[in-house]
């Protein structure tokens, strides 16, 4: 019986830590010490202003601060360093919430004109005991406009022993004629370091055993608020029984463990894919969101990445434990690498809302995390092909060592190499002396010069003419097919060599590659693009033109409306072949220009156009337009 009603006794006296270990004194504030010393400074030189306007975010003491400021200034024996003394009338009656010469006024609640009307009646009687009547307005920002307006008077004269204060969280809904009248007080969110200093003390008087990596993830939580720190610290307390750990708080607050992040970031390095995707698997069963992880990911490479020099290790807000693991794992990542994974992870919070598969998105992301290391591509690895510049066709300097090395051959042959080059090699006939090794530095670098008339291509046929690679280009979603064009000295066979190199004629060699109606296509529009802005008209032209290869596969032909068009074309015709010629690496490309038939079906190029020609493949949308008096714009 004694127990239960000593049980019951601890429940009734029972007070949060928010409200129990509420600073009493500017000295006891935490994390506002710029704030705190301009007060003291003011109270104790009598420099005080008739009205304050305390702003910040939720919990970082501006009540607090505005209790502590009014009760000091009605102090009658102030300490030296400007604190209360707790001793005087004034000081007791403030302690015991019996203090006259204290309002406090809720704007969420007490936002009408009446009230306000109500608040300036008071303001006229003057303070019993002390020298001062505070008037403390809490969210004044939910004050109405008229409001506003009925205090703006009062608040700019108000009687030598009144003072407001003023305090919000959102600065920017106060009109700027309230601002224009207080002197404003910025309060800043708390830091990570002065939250775990100051649970620590209140764990220490509590007599409660806590992990510093335990309060430092309660203090990232509260996120710079000090009374959401507190009020997490009593949940986390009443889960734990008065001895916590980090592994409860993570469960308790449902947060995501370092650990899975550390796990990752080894897996990305080593570029274990199953592994970052089976860890992300486990995050889902324990009901995390994706987007959280992502976010968590996106911090904790930020965090890799001020551990890596000892000048930013001080923006690392973790336990010293965990801060050991980031300096040892940072030192494990380069700083390309985690500026990569950092733009990854960022890139893909910003898309995860409008995705429609937010698990493939992200695991898409893991996927790229876990490839920025690799050097080489593996097949089936799942990254794309590394581009690699292409090689030349004919190499002088192989070319001469290879026919150096095969002198005893009778004829000429072209290797092909595993890579996909071509590399032509010279023989001579046997019997005949061989020609000296050309120099490297003689190697021909690849041009496109125009070739002489009557030139005679070396190569076999089949050989000259090869299939280039195709790849997509723009939103035309046509095949682009570029290869530079290259040059090698080749020897000449049909005659017997001359011991002497400078006899030696080195001669070109040139490919024309071969191109369909895409190809064609995307290269035409290219050149209307690049017409002049005085042009517009015959750029939208050209752009609505189709080139059709003809049988030759070299010479294509424009299908015009009238002559004047036919004209124009036919004067821009050579500067489109030139254009065509050097894009698609063949000289023999020719345009022809003809007028279309009458029965030819022609390209529409206006909407009246356009109808007609549809209306003919369907007589239905006649009737609809006719149905419905629908006229063309």
Same mark, same amino acid.
């Given at each position: ?65 505005? *209790? ?55 303001? *006229? ?468 220009? *003809? ?39």
């Amino acid at each position: 019986m004694k127990t239960i009603n000593h049980l019951y006794r601890r429940m009734e006296n029972y007070i949060v830590s928010a409200r129990k270990y509420r600073p009493a004194t500017f000295d006891t504030v935490v994390g506002q010490r710029a704030l705190t010393t301009t007060l003291k400074n003011a109270i104790a030189n009598q420099k005080l202003a008739h009205a304050y306007l305390f702003c910040g975010p939720r919990g970082v003491g501006k009540t607090t601060c505005a *209790r502590i400021f009014a009760k000091t200034i009605n102090c009658l024996h102030p300490t030296a360093d400007g604190e209360a003394c707790n001793e005087c009338e004034s000081c007791r009656a403030f302690n015991e919430q019996r203090s006259y010469n204290i309002h406090e006024l809720d704007a969420a609640s007490n936002n009408s004109v009446e009230d306000i009307r109500s608040l300036i009646e008071q303001v *006229r009687i003057p303070p019993q005991i002390g020298k001062y009547k505070v008037y403390i307005i809490d969210e004044v920002h939910m004050l109405s406009q008229a409001a506003f307006n009925a205090f703006l008077k009062t608040l700019e004269e108000p009687p030598h022993h009144a003072i407001f204060i003023l305090a919000t969280t959102e600065k920017h809904k106060i009109l700027p004629t309230i601002l224009s009248r207080c002197q404003i007080y910025d309060f800043n969110r708390i830091s990570v370091s002065d939250t775990v200093e100051h649970l620590e003390n209140v764990a220490r008087k509590e007599h409660i055993e806590a992990e510093p990596e335990a309060l430092n993830v309660i203090a990232q939580k509260a996120d710079g608020g000090m009374r959401d720190a507190l009020s997490i610290f009593d949940q986390v307390v009443s889960f734990t029984n008065g001895h916590i750990t980090y592994q409860s708080v993570i469960e308790n607050l449902n947060v995501l463990d370092y650990e899975y992040y550390f796990r990752l970031t080894d897996a990305f390095l080593e570029n274990r894919i199953s592994d970052c995707l089976l860890t992300f698997n486990e995050v889902l069963k324990k009901d995390f969101d994706g987007n959280h992880f992502i976010t968590g990911l996106t911090s904790h490479f930020r965090d890799l990445l001020v551990s890596r020099d000892p000048a930013t290790l001080q923006l690392l807000e973790v336990g010293a434990s965990i801060r050991d693991r980031y300096q040892a794992q940072a030192q494990k990542c380069t700083p390309q690498f985690l500026y990569k994974a950092m733009k990854l992870c960022n890139d893909c919070d910003l898309n995860y809302r409008a995705s429609k598969n937010k698990r493939l998105l992200v695991e898409l992301t893991l996927i790229q995390l876990a490839q920025l290391t690799t050097d080489n591509d593996v097949p089936g690895g799942g990254q794309s092909p590394a581009k690699q510049s292409l090689k030349p066709a004919f190499n002088q300097a192989q070319a001469s060592q290879t026919a150096q090395a095969s002198a005893n051959q009778a004829y000429p042959q072209a290797t092909h190499e595993t890579t996909g080059n071509y590399q032509a090699t010279q023989q001579q006939p046997a019997g005949q002396p061989a020609a000296s090794k050309p120099s490297v530095q003689q190697t021909i670098t690849a041009v496109q010069p125009t070739p002489p008339a009557g030139h005679s291509n070396p190569l076999p046929k089949a050989s000259t003419e090869k299939k280039i690679p195709v790849m997509k280009a723009g939103n035309f979603g046509i095949s682009i097919r570029k290869q530079p064009v290259q040059q090698s000295s080749v020897a000449n066979n049909n005659h017997p060599t001359n011991a002497n190199p400078a006899s030696q004629q080195v001669e070109q060699t040139y490919e024309d590659y071969i191109f369909n109606e895409k190809d064609l296509n995307y290269y035409w529009r290219e050149f209307a693009t690049q017409l002049p802005k005085e042009e517009a008209a015959n750029s939208a032209r050209m752009m609505n033109m189709q080139p059709h290869l003809l049988k030759d596969q070299t010479t294509f032909e424009i299908a015009v409306d009238n002559d004047m068009v036919q004209k124009y074309m036919t004067q821009l015709a050579p500067q489109i072949e030139q254009h065509l010629r050097r894009q698609l690496h063949n000289r023999k490309i020719k345009m022809t220009v *003809r007028i279309s038939a009458a029965n030819e079906n022609v390209r529409a190029y206006s909407h009246v156009e356009r109808f007609q020609m549809m209306s003919k493949k369907n007589p239905s949308l006649l009737k609809l337009k006719e149905t419905f008096g629908l006229e063309l714009s």
